[in-house]
């Protein structure tokens, strides 16, 4: 199983990200899947998830109507699309496998997301 | 959101002795469906999160068998039997019984 995010770099307050997260080694259209981000000396903070087809996303409240997860089971591949950044969004944004209410069983090594002027 | 407070926050530990670590929750994390979801994740320094325990006891594959989880309803423990150098590094509790999923400070587990 590999999880590889990219996407990440310094963005100014107010601008936009697309973090990507390219998967193999499992089945992905089968997987619900998730992001959750670990801002520096933090602890982790879930951020989204989304289930085998697309259709249902949650979002957390502090990143809903900014933030949104989508995916694209053809490329294997998971999406964020993040706007309206802050400085408090600064963070490794990890992607991971989402198997069961959370139980998050498979991570890859992040991104960083650095939000500044 | 339903609140996770772990303890210690620090836990220094001679190699070879044991260790625990709680974790307590603001409400019971047994679901409708009779599940209770409690997962403990280890971070070793510079490394990603990695599962070691799902629904508060049930140890996934390639973990050492000196972890152990246990506990019920609000109020939940990891044990390591015999701790050794690789085991240092972070550890968190996280349920994913309510939403939003939540996640404990995390502990901080270092050699004397």
């Known amino acids: 199983v590999q999880l590889v995010e990219s996407g990440g770099g310094l963005v100014q307050p107010g601008g936009s990200l697309r973090l990507s997260c390219i998967t193999s080694?499992?089945?992905?259209?089968?997987?619900?899947m998730a992001w959750v981000r670990q801002a520096p000396g933090r602890s982790l903070e879930w951020v989204a998830n989304i289930n085998t087809d697309g259709n249902t996303v949650y979002h957390v409240d502090s990143v809903k109507g900014r933030f949104s997860i989508s995916r694209d089971n053809a490329k294997n591949s998971l999406y964020l699309q993040m706007n309206s950044l802050r400085a408090d969004d600064s963070a490794v944004y990890f992607c991971a496998t989402d198997p069961d209410f959370g139980a998050l069983d498979s991570w890859g090594q992040g991104t960083l997301v650095s939000v500044s002027s | 959101d339903v609140v996770m407070t772990q303890s210690p926050l620090s836990l220094p530990v001679t190699l070879g002795q044991p260790a625990s670590i709680s974790c307590k929750s603001s409400?019971?994390?047994?679901?409708?469906?009779?599940?209770?979801?409690l997962t403990w994740f280890q971070q070793r320094p510079g490394q990603s999160p990695r599962r070691l325990i799902y629904?508060?006891?049930n140890r996934d594959s390639g973990v050492p068998d000196r972890f152990s989880g246990s506990g019920s309803g609000a109020d939940f423990t990891l044990q390591i039997t015999r701790v050794e150098a690789e085991d240092v590094g972070l550890y968190y509790c996280?349920?994913?019984?309510?939403?939003?999923?939540?996640f404990g400070q995390g502990t901080k587990v270092e050699i004397k």
């Open positions: 409400q019971s994390l047994v679901h409708s469906n009779g599940n209770t979801y």
């Open positions: 996280m349920q994913g019984t309510i939403w939003p999923p939540t």
């Open positions: 080694g499992f089945t992905f259209r089968d997987s619900w």
């Open positions: 629904k508060v006891s």
